[in-house]
């Protein structure tokens, strides 16, 4: 298991008059009055394909409730519950282990890991040197001066830091100085090893210095930039590149050493790296350190429809979920898995086990 840490400030949280205004005003806050009739969903980009599989048979069999889907994110997505007021049933998010220092223990107190996915290097067939790429020498395309590539901003969630992580883990792989030619040459993105360690910097300024190099708040916007040609390459998740990426995109097979996919590799190479986001913000740092790329979610404290919240789970947990993440090569994990039993709702527990 990875682990995390934040600091946070109490008093960086708007005034809760403002937040109460900014959440009735949002159609993804419904009032007291309806929230048992309205199952409020916040959810990242990838498993969007088997949310809205759940979400039909959901919505057969509980015809009474209606589903308000919110896509951002994840970062985004959590602090809307814990810095904005804002009220939701179930959040996603692409990387588990991050709820936790974000969410723990006021606004959340378990958290559910329902499949893995893989990192990837996305292009097109248009993408310049796309006939040369391979998983032996994507990094040294890179390089070359009229390659431009993108990469999601680190400091708004995992799309980000595990993409920096990728770069990073390919240093050790490839036995080649990446992460500095690629990012730090590039952007205000830094990085320095200690002891087999490396440790990744992200100022909120992410400062890109080169036109090479262009970030944006996800993946999902970067793949119709390689369509058009404003960039060649773009990082991302295997499950983002053929769930939500447009028809035409091809994504390089990179080692198990570089995509995060290997879970007998989390201690001995994954574990070796660290992301700073918010770097030299103390009130709003987050420090990840890496494990295999595990997404997950959690049904917040002050949610005003557990019981929906949970009837859909017990759906996407299931057979018809899994079977949507598949087929975006998605891999379930069955049984899913929770930091604590006890507090999952218990029509959860027989698809639930106990993380180690």
Request: net charge neutral.
């Amino acid at each position: 298991m990875r682990s995390l840490t934040q600091t946070i400030n109490p008093t960086a949280k708007p005034a809760a008059a403002l937040a109460a205004i900014a959440c009735l005003a949002m159609a993804g806050c419904p009032s007291p009055s309806n929230s048992e009739k309205t199952l409020v969903i916040y959810h990242h980009g990838s498993p969007t394909p088997a949310i809205e599989a759940a979400q039909k048979v959901f919505e057969a069999k509980y015809p009474d409730v209606k589903v308000m889907r919110e896509k951002d994110d994840a970062l985004a997505n959590m602090r809307k519950v814990t810095d904005l007021g804002k009220f939701a049933d179930i959040v996603y998010t692409d990387d588990y282990s991050i709820i936790p220092p974000v969410m723990f223990p006021k606004y959340a107190d378990f958290w559910i890991s329902y499949a893995h996915d893989k990192m990837t290097l996305a292009y097109a067939a248009n993408s310049k040197y796309a006939g040369e790429v391979n998983p032996g020498n994507w990094y040294k395309i890179l390089q070359r001066p009229d390659v431009k590539w993108g990469i999601a901003d680190p400091n708004a969630g995992p799309d980000g830091y595990f993409s920096l992580g990728q770069i990073m883990l390919s240093n050790m792989y490839y036995k080649s100085d990446i992460f500095k030619q690629l990012v730090a040459a590039n952007t205000a993105i830094t990085a320095v090893e200690s002891g087999g360690r490396y440790i990744i910097d992200c100022p909120e300024n992410l400062n890109p210095k080169s036109p090479k190099v262009v970030i944006r708040p996800d993946p999902e916007t970067l793949y119709p930039m390689i369509l058009s040609g404003e960039i060649d390459y773009a990082f991302g998740y295997m499950g983002s590149v053929i769930g939500e990426g447009p028809e035409g995109i091809r994504t390089v097979d990179l080692p198990p050493q570089v995509d995060l996919s290997d879970l007998s590799l989390v201690s001995s190479v994954y574990n070796k790296v660290t992301v700073n986001m918010f770097s030299d913000k103390p009130d709003r740092r987050i420090s990840v350190t890496l494990g295999a790329k595990a997404n997950g979610l959690t049904i917040p404290l002050n949610a005003r429809n557990k019981k929906a919240a949970a009837d859909y789970l017990e759906i996407f947990l299931g057979k018809v979920g899994q079977e949507a993440l598949t087929r975006v090569h998605i891999t379930p994990l069955v049984p899913a898995e929770t930091n604590d039993l006890a507090k999952a709702p218990e029509i959860l527990r027989p698809l639930l086990k106990q993380a180690q």
